[in-house]
């Protein structure tokens, strides 16, 4: 049927294996500022060898043509890569910085990361009797944790800022993103906090 596929893993890599050989999707995006913590700026392309040939992006710049210092715009032949994406000179700031990102984090390792993340989630769950938002189970669920505190989310999200506690308020409830930088410790105080908030 022709269909095209793009994966977005913005919100999975770093925190999530990703297997492409599976998944085998037609494209896959992403950036770099969640998991990766390598700021904004910095997104990356990956395009499956099947359909290279057959998909020419529209906007195009030196680095998307064959020879990139013939500098002819009238002859242009695409790169036979997928660098033919790539376009003209971006800053290399936000490369920079994710690069170093991905380094530090690959030295770490993704099943080490995510092992650690999960270690704290499950504590944050088990001492706290609240719904979650998002999956409960290990195998089905990211990074994060979506709790539901009913009608005192703003008041618990007050209480957690005022003890330097960064989470994320949603539409649902409070997000939690424990991440290789956080330890028990803070888990402790997060739930000190939350547990001493009189409701």
Known sequence: ????????????VGIVPID???????FMIGSSVKWLCGGPG?????????????????????FSHE????????????????????????SIAPYAIAAHSINYFTNIGLKNIRKHNQLLIEKTANALDLE?????????????????????????????KEHNISVDLRSHGIRISPHIYNDEEDIDQLLSVIKSTKL
């Open 132 to 160: 979650f938002v998002s999956p409960r189970e290990e195998a089905i669920r990211g990074g994060t944790m979506i709790l539901d505190f009913g009608g005192n989310q703003q008041k618990i999200l007050k209480q957690l």
């Open 42 to 62: 910095a997104a990356y392309l990956w395009v499956n060898s099947d359909r290279l040939a057959s998909c020419n992006p529209k906007d195009v710049g030196w």
């Open 67 to 90: 020879n990139p210092f013939e500098f002819d715009i009238h002859n242009f032949r695409y790169r036979d890569s997928a660098l033919k994406f790539w376009g003209g000179t971006p």
């Open 1 to 12: 049927r022709n269909i095209i596929s793009i994966l977005d893993i913005a919100q999975s």
């Open 20 to 26: 492409l050989k599976a998944l085998n999707p037609d």
